[in-house]
């Protein structure tokens, strides 16, 4: 079996530090983005195949949504199950963009990316 490759995308490192100590003592593939832009330019790569993208929806730049619609516009990406992430409160009705869940809590991200298994 093949491992599971998320993209984790977190502008605070604090978060990103917790959700890798989390995932990858899990068994999961990892690569860290510490920006919408970044994270863009991991799924736009053709060598890069992920299985989940971890997302925080309060990022400068490229936010969390408009990746999300990104993500969901192109093809090649939209079948990628997306975990939105926040410390904010929920989305506005039909706000989530296409959103496979998501959760206020980084150290939930284990819980989610089990769904991708």
Do not use: C
């Not at 999961?28 to 994270?39: F, R």
């Not at 053709?46 to 949504?65: K, N």
């Not at 496979?100 to 991200?109: I, L, S």
């Amino acid at each position: 079996m093949s491992q599971i490759r998320i993209l984790v995308v977190d502008d605070e490192p604090f978060n990103l530090d917790i959700i890798s100590e989390y995932l990858e003592g899990a068994g999961y593939l990892l690569q860290m983005a510490e920006s919408g832009e970044a994270a863009w330019a991991y799924l736009r790569r053709g060598d890069s195949q992920f299985d989940l993208v971890v997302l925080d929806r309060m990022m400068p730049g490229i936010d969390g949504l408009e990746l999300l619609r990104w993500i969901k516009a192109d093809r090649r990406l939209a079948d990628i199950p997306v975990i939105m992430q926040t410390a904010a409160g929920p989305p506005p009705p039909g706000g989530g963009g296409g959103a496979a869940g998501g959760h206020k809590d980084p150290t939930q991200a284990r819980a989610a990316a089990n769904h991708a298994r």
